[in-house]
Structure formats: structure tokens, C-alpha cells
């Protein structure tokens, strides 16, 4: 029975352990190229054991960003930026994941902590602005984001779907191996497939099949690039927790097609398409692990799910029970670069120290003198090593 350090086989890509490092926007890029910065954060995730590691969402066009400040991959000019994030990802021992999306609606935004709250837009004249885009002209939310949304033609839907694939192809160039595509919180894919952002009349709105026909076409056109050896994979809105919305059911129906158009993992979190919702349970414990068991036993393909999985226990559950193959763990991958050696310890892991680049891990394995003093938690009944190794220091 694989546990949360059972390595991982999708396609040709095997992770060394079930741990990866969720998107998170972290609003440092310069003309949406990465730097030192990412080279360092997202490197040291990379050294502190998790098997795959994702920068934040990655535009696939300037307005496709969440604010002037978040990362792209539009221009062949941003490809060494991400290149050289690869590079030290794999040397590190991991797999460089890269999520590709679109803001749509919920783009032009002003950097949270400048507004005080998420969600607060410019307007498209503003310097650091742009004009919007959606299905439909349908702004998101209560107050925050006020402005006209630009409702997509269909020439335009195509030019999107063909930003995915362009941008797919510069991913594969820069050394990702595994491409998610960005399905959920609002973001342009997720609005096209609720209820409560799409008013369309035509083939993309309406019926269920018609709202999930930007989201396969999107698929469509990265699945005709992107290598077969390596996993597509995708993070869908699977509710909306609202009547007007998406439905939990019918994302079960949606990932069933999108498997038949070459989809190889899901990972499954909100819609995110209003403010008002009833009843969210993603502030629970381990939030949406048993709707990836429900989809993962009626669609037969490999799951993932974030939220709340930050104790090692229960992210070992999700993996032992089956409900899961691959945890995200955003914030608690933020708080503890070496969160996977800290859990590894926790649940009784023979050779914690492993995880870790072998250069440091043998220091670490060889620390002599009083044993909390290394800068981890004593485990009851661990075993210290001698003291006064050749070497120590």
C-alpha cells in the first residue's frame, strides 16, 4: 500500500514521494519573468524533499496575469527565467511542475497586501490595468471588482486556446515535465464553465456540455503539443457551493470527458466563481479529500487535492486510504522549506534524511551533541548518533 513517500509514476515522470509544492502567487515578477527570487524559494522546496514543485499560476498572456507583477510564459524573452527554476528544481532531486491559466475576470488586480484584501481591480486605464475578459459581461463579486468584463468572441475563445498551446510549448522548452492547467477560482476556464459567470447563447454556454467546451477545446490544443510522456493534468472548480453554480456532481461528468481528450491527473478544489457561497467546507480538515475518493472510484483516474493537508498525518491518511495519489501543499510548503524531512519524521520515516541533497543529509545524519540543538524536534524514543564523529562540526 503506497504511503506519502511511495514514489509516483505518471506517464514517464516518476516522483521521488507524493508531496508537491502547490501554486502560489507570489506577485515578484518584472514583465512576468522569474528570477533570483524564484530560483531560491522554489530551489530550497526543491532541497527540502518534495517530489514536485510548481512555481505560482503562469500566464499564458500579459492580461491572463493576476496583477502586472505575476509571472507569464507569452514571451520567448521569459523562457530562461523558467529555465533556470528548472534547473535547480531537478538538481535538487524533483520534478518541475508549471500551471499555466488565465485570471480572466479576476485579473488587473492590485497586489493584496497594497489593497489590504484580495480581489481589489484597477480599472483599464490605469497605468498597471487592463481590460478584463470573460464569457460573459458579468463582473465578479461584491464591490471589489467593479469593472465591464469584455465578453470573448469566439475568434477570441480560439486565440486563447491558442495562447494555452504556445504556451505549452515554451514550458517544454524552459524543462517542465509536468503541466496542470488551471481550471479552478475564477480564473477564465472556471468562468466559462459556471453558470453564474457564463450568460452565453452560443456553443459555449447553456448546457453543461457547452459550458465544458472551452475547457476541453483548452486541452485539446496543449495535449496536440505537449509530449505524451510526460502527465497533463488539471485543477478544475468542481463547485461553486452556490445553487446558481457549478455542481459537484456534474464535475465528476466533466472530468470523465476531459480524461477521454487525453487528461492523465485531476485535482479538484473550488470554483471560486462569487463571494457568495453556502456552506463551503473547504476550511475543514483535509476539505476535499473524500470528493477526490468519489471521483477517483467513479472516473477511474489519479487524483490530487490541496486544503488543509498540512499535518503529516493527515496527508499520509489521504495517500494510505487510497482517496489521493499526490498531496499540494501550498501554505504549509511556504511556512517549512523542509516540510517533507519534518514529516518524514513525524510519521516514523526510517531515513528522514534522505529527502535532503546527500551533501547536507550527511551532516544532518551525523550531528553529535545535544540533539534539539540540530534545529529539529527531538522524536520520542529517535536514537541519537554518536557524538564526535570525524568531521563533525
Known amino acids: 500500500m503506497p504511503d506519502l513517500f511511495s514514489p509516483f509514476t505518471l506517464k514517464d515522470v516518476t516522483l521521488r514521494n507524493r508531496i508537491a509544492m502547490s501554486p502560489m502567487t507570489m506577485y515578484r515578477s518584472v514583465d512576468g519573468r522569474m528570477d533570483d527570487y524564484h530560483l531560491m524559494y522554489l530551489g530550497a522546496r526543491a532541497a527540502g524533499g518534495f517530489g514536485l514543485v510548481f512555481p505560482e499560476q503562469v500566464a499564458i498572456a500579459p492580461e491572463g496575469r493576476t496583477t502586472v507583477h505575476c509571472a507569464g510564459i507569452y514571451d520567448d524573452d521569459q523562457i530562461e527565467g523558467h529555465a533556470r527554476v528548472t534547473a535547480m528544481i531537478k538538481d535538487m532531486g524533483s520534478v518541475a511542475g508549471i500551471q499555466l491559466g488565465h485570471t480572466g475576470r479576476n485579473g488587473s488586480e492590485v497586489k493584496p497586501w497594497v489593497a489590504g484584501d484580495l480581489g481589489h481591480q484597477l480599472p483599464p486605464d490605469h497605468p498597471e490595468g487592463w481590460q478584463v475578459v470573460g464569457p460573459s459581461d458579468v463582473p ?5 471588482r467593479p469593472h465591464p468584463v469584455h465578453p470573448l468572441t469566439v475568434e477570441e475563445i480560439k486565440a486563447v486556446h491558442r495562447q494555452y498551446a504556445e504556451a505549452a510549448v515554451r514550458a517544454l522548452e524552459a524543462g ?18 459556471s453558470p453564474m459567470a457564463n450568460k452565453r447563447t452560443d456553443a459555449y454556454g447553456g448546457s453543461l456540455e457547452n459550458r465544458a467546451r472551452f475547457l476541453i477545446e483548452a486541452l485539446d490544443a496543449v495535449r496536440e503539443v505537449w509530449p505524451e510522456h510526460l502527465p497533463l493534468t488539471m485543477r478544475l472548480g468542481s463547485d461553486d457551493f452556490h445553487p446558481d453554480g457549478v455542481q459537484f456532481e456534474d464535475s465528476i461528468t466533466v472530468i470523465g470527458w476531459l480524461k477521454e481528450h487525453g487528461l492523465d491527473l485531476a485535482d479538484i478544489s473550488m470554483g471560486g466563481n462569487s463571494d457568495d457561497m453556502r456552506d463551503p467546507f473547504f476550511g475543514d ?4 479529500v473524500d470528493r477526490a475518493r468519489q471521483v477517483k472510484e467513479q472516473v477511474d483516474i489519479p ?4 486544503w488543509n493537508l498540512g499535518v503529516p498525518q493527515n496527508a499520509d491518511a489521504a495517500v494510505r486510504d487510497g482517496a489521493v495519489d499526490v498531496v499540494l501543499l501550498g501554505r504549509p510548503a511556504l511556512a517549512n522549506a523542509h516540510w517533507p524531512v519534518w514529516a518524514a519524521r513525524e510519521l516514523g520515516h526510517k531515513e528522514p534524511f534522505d529527502l535532503v541533497p546527500e551533501d547536507w543529509g550527511w551532516w544532518l545524519k551525523n550531528f553529535r551533541g545535544h540533539a534539539p540543538s540540530i534545529g529539529w524536534p527531538e522524536i520520542p524514543g529517535e536514537e541519537a548518533p554518536p557524538a564526535g564523529l570525524p568531521g563533525a562540526a
Request: hydrophobic residues 50%; without cysteine.
Open 303 to 306: 487524483m490530487a487535492t490541496s
Open 176 to 193: 517542465y515535465e509536468w503541466l496542470e492547467m488551471h481550471f479552478a477560482h475564477g480564473y477564465l476556464a472556471a468562468s466559462f464553465y
Open 285 to 288: 480538515v483535509s476539505a476535499w
Open 140 to 144: 465578479y463579486g461584491f464591490g471589489k
